[in-house]
Each structure stands twice: as C-alpha cells, then as structure tokens.
C-alpha cells in the first residue's frame, strides 16, 4: 500500500504537539511526541478510537473492517471480550454494514484496544485506515483524523518497505 506523504493534514503553524493537546490532553500529546514506538502506539490507537467514535455507521464498518483483515479469529476473541470473534463468525467481516446495531454497541474503547492487537500484527495493517479516512470528507475535516493522518503519513516513511 502507499500513501501521499507529500501534503500535512495539520493545519500550517499547529504544532502535533498542541493539536494532540486540544484533541486528547496531555496524555495524548506525551505520547504524539514520544519517540518509544511503543508510545507512538498508544498514540495512533487512542487517535483511532476517537476517529472511530465521531463516524457514521458506514464508515465504523469500514474502518472495523481494514482492522480487522489481518487478524484471524483467536487474535480477534483475544480483543475486547471477543466482539470481534462474534462479528468475524456472523459476517466473515466482509458485510459488518448490514450489522449496524452491532456496531453500536462497539466502544471507542474497544476500538483502542483493537488497534494495539492490530500493531502487533504489522504497520500495514493500520496504514490501510488512511484510505477510508481520506475518501471521507466528513471523516478527514475532523482535527482527530487530520493528526492519525499525519501519524500515519510519518510511521509510514519511518517504516522499512514491506516484502511481496
């Protein structure tokens, strides 16, 4: 998969660090400028959680949908109390839309906790929530999904390029 890295989401004279800071807090913005990858981590996650909660049904099931791709179902009922095992058992992920009360009943929290488990399996797997994010206006006009935009843009260019 590749990205444009060329253009930054944040808009000009914002450093990541205060945009982090409106966002999420504190927390948030030790841990955009963290330079542990583990930190990093949490950031990318907590960004997605936050993404994940301001979307509309259709665009939850597409973000749960690139994330849930590369994990099979024991990695996936290791994860918020298996609720996305159930899912992955009812629609083999590829129909979560017609789920939608499901759905609702995913926390933002779950969401966090399934973007760590996503991290474990590989970069790639995240960096196909760039795709979903940029083709929703909606989605990409939100300060959350401009800052996981450029978190995304920069993990990717500090990544080695994956193998086929």
């Known amino acids: 998969m590749s990205l444009n890295t060329e253009p930054t989401l944040v808009p000009a004279g914002l450093p990541t660090a205060v945009l982090a800071r409106q966002i999420g807090g504190p927390e948030l913005a030790r841990a955009v400028t963290a330079e542990s990858p583990e930190e990093q981590g949490k950031a990318l996650s907590l960004l997605i959680g936050q993404v994940y909660e301001s979307a509309s049904p259709p665009l939850k099931a597409r973000l749960l949908q690139r994330m849930i791709a590369p994990l099979g179902v024991l990695a996936a009922v290791a994860v918020a109390h298996g609720v996305f095992a159930r899912l992955k058992l ?75």
């Open 90 to 164: 009812q629609t083999g992920w590829h129909d979560l839309q017609s789920l939608a009360p499901e759905l609702q009943k995913i926390s933002a929290d779950d969401v966090v906790a399934l973007a760590d488990r996503v991290q474990l399996v590989g970069t790639d797997a995240l960096l196909r929530l760039a795709d979903v994010i940029g083709k929703s206006p909606v989605l990409a006009s939100s300060a959350a999904a401009a800052l996981l935009m450029t978190l995304l843009i920069r993990k990717a260019q500090n990544s080695p390029p994956a193998e086929d």
